[in-house]
């Protein structure tokens, strides 16, 4: 009876040290590898600053490849070192392989070159396409619950609507649904 009480429990215990042992795996996917806070972020490529950010909080996973970032404000540089956009966002999600990210509340940029601001509560950017879209990859929802896009340029111009892409090597920006504005025809163009 003793042995079969030792091996019992032995057992058991074995059953617990592997359970903890795959708990603990588990949860080392959500825990960040790097976290910094109230933190200004320079990315420099080919010897120039590319762009910069400053952010409440940041958080990378390495085991998936992927950031989180909170409470951000960004530049980006151009060739000569001006500041070709800037922007804000509450929450950026970025997969760190392929530089896709999702921008998430009370999203600002501007595009000097185009003199265009872009509002949202929500922006999908692909990297490789260099498309930047409302799409949440959720095509259950009617357009009227898909999140809204405000698009305005320096002369006055207003555009709103669901549905949102932009493809940046293009320089074209769609809306699928729920499209209204104000256009400010350029001067010389007339109505006759």
């Given amino acids: ?36 806070v109230n933190a200004k972020i320079t990315s420099v490529k080919k010897g120039r600053v590319f762009y910069t950010a400053e952010v409440e909080k940041a958080m990378t996973y390495d085991e998936r490849n992927y950031s989180e970032v909170h409470k951000i404000i960004f530049k980006q540089y151009d060739k000569d070192g001006k500041v070709s956009a800037e922007g804000q966002a509450d929450t950026a999600k970025v997969q760190t392989k392929s530089n896709n990210a999702e921008l998430f509340d009370n999203i600002s940029i501007y595009a000097r070159e185009e003199e265009t601001s872009i509002e949202a509560e929500y922006l999908n950017w692909e990297n490789e396409k260099k498309w930047l879209t409302s799409n949440r990859n959720d095509n259950l929802r009617p357009y009227k619950d898909q999140d809204l896009v405000v698009v305005k340029k320096d002369d006055g111009t207003i ?15 769609d809306f699928s649904n729920g499209v209204e504005g104000i256009i400010v025809a350029e001067k010389g163009d007339s109505d006759e």
């Fill in 159 to 173: 555009i709103s609507g669901r549905g949102f892409k932009a493809d940046l090597n293009e320089k074209v920006v």
């Fill in 1 to 36: 009876m003793k042995r079969f009480f030792f091996f019992f429990l032995t057992i058991i215990i074995t059953s617990c040290s592997l359970e903890e042992v795959k708990e603990q795996e588990e949860s080392s996917v959500d825990v960040p590898k790097t976290v910094l």
